[in-house]
């Protein structure tokens, strides 16, 4: 967590305001009466790696497409790429790389027909170069005659992101890319993107994985349509104010439902053979405890957003239930 805060404050000292690639204010849409994106505003710097997080059918493919213009706001506006999401969406959407959640490439053909096809498509000159690049830069150059039909889940990705790469855009929107991909070909992936952002691309990447959440410079949260929370995992896991204790043993869902009743305690989250309790008031949570042996530990990223869903649900999840 040490290194994750040095490098967010290193990136933040080498950002400004100015470099926002993306910047959208108040964006709003309903499809039908939900009402599935709420008053939204988001900035993405230059070489940021923003963390889109939130439940299933929370909104984020939706502000998603909004900020890249495949989709209208009902209300609010902003800027990416410079361009205006409302009335330039043709420029975002030729200059910004998009990956969906589906993998949508041909099967039928091998890697490299793939990107030359890509290029086609996007009328790129000096196509050979351009996809020997893209196969070079993603290291698929040694299965570049693969069939993208027998391409494992994390090949598949790795795929798409060359096709996305194809126009070396400054700006990727990645929409749960490495949702199903074995640990070690995510690792892969994310340090591809950080090289990437090192060479000043922004990236916007949507995931329910707590370990790549950790690993961008920015995360935003977002649940019911609801942005709930916004900053470094630092900054956000500090604005909850909870503190955190450890159990480890056996009986731990006995201890989490009798635990659960204490008026002192938030939340019990079993992780494994470990149960974490949180709560708000130290004192009276050390006095919840006080029977059992449990250690008080830092409160992590997934105890933060579990607490901020269970308390969007009860506060907008009846009313507002997508
Ligand atoms: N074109 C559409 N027409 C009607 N409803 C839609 C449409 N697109 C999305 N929705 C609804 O809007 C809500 C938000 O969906 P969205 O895909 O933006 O959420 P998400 O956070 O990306 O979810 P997930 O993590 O499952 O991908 C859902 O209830 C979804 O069913």
């Not at 939706?62 to 902003?78: F, K, N, V, W, Y």
């Not at 009328?123 to 020997?132: I, Y």
């Amino acid at each position: 967590m040490r290194f994750i805060c040095i490098r967010v404050s290193l990136w933040k000292s080498l950002l400004n305001a100015s470099d926002a690639v993306i910047d959208v204010r108040g964006l709003n849409k309903y499809f039908g009466d939900k009402h599935v994106v709420k008053d939204l505003s988001l900035q993405v710097g230059r070489g940021e790696i923003l963390g889109f997080l939130g439940p299933n059918g929370s909104g984020k493919t939706t502000a998603i497409r909004m900020m890249c213009g495949l989709l209208t706001p009902d209300s609010g506006e902003g800027h990416c790429l410079g361009y205006d999401i409302r009335t330039q969406s043709d420029a975002i959407k030729r200059e910004a790389g998009y990956m969906t959640q589906k993998f949508s490439y041909w099967e039928d053909l091998s890697i490299r027909e793939n990107l030359d096809f890509v290029a086609r498509i996007y009328e790129l000159a000096n196509r050979k170069h351009v996809v020997d690049e893209a196969l070079e830069t993603l290291g698929l150059t040694s299965r570049s005659s693969q069939l993208a039909r027998s391409l494992s889940g994390g090949w598949k990705q790795r795929l798409a992101l060359a096709a996305c790469m194809l126009r070396h855009p400054k700006l990727l929107l990645l929409d749960e890319p490495t949702a199903g991909v074995d640990p070690n070909a995510r690792r892969d992936f994310w340090e591809e993107l950080h090289e990437l952002a090192s060479q000043g691309v922004s990236v916007l990447i949507s995931t329910h994985y707590m370990d790549e959440a950790e690993r961008c410079h920015k995360l935003a949260y977002i649940a019911y349509g609801n942005l709930l929370a916004q900053g470094s995992a630092e900054s956000i896991i500090d604005s909850q104010k909870l503190f955190t204790y450890e159990i480890t043993g056996s009986n731990l869902m006995e201890i989490s439902k009798s635990l659960e009743k204490s008026p002192a305690i938030e939340q019990t989250v079993i992780f494994g053979s470990t149960l974490h309790v949180s709560g708000k008031d130290p004192i009276a949570l050390e006095n919840a405890l006080s029977h059992l042996r449990s250690n008080a530990i830092a409160t992590s990223l997934e105890d933060v957003f579990i607490y901020l869903m269970k308390h969007t649900r009860d506060n907008y999840g009846e009313i507002h239930e997508l």
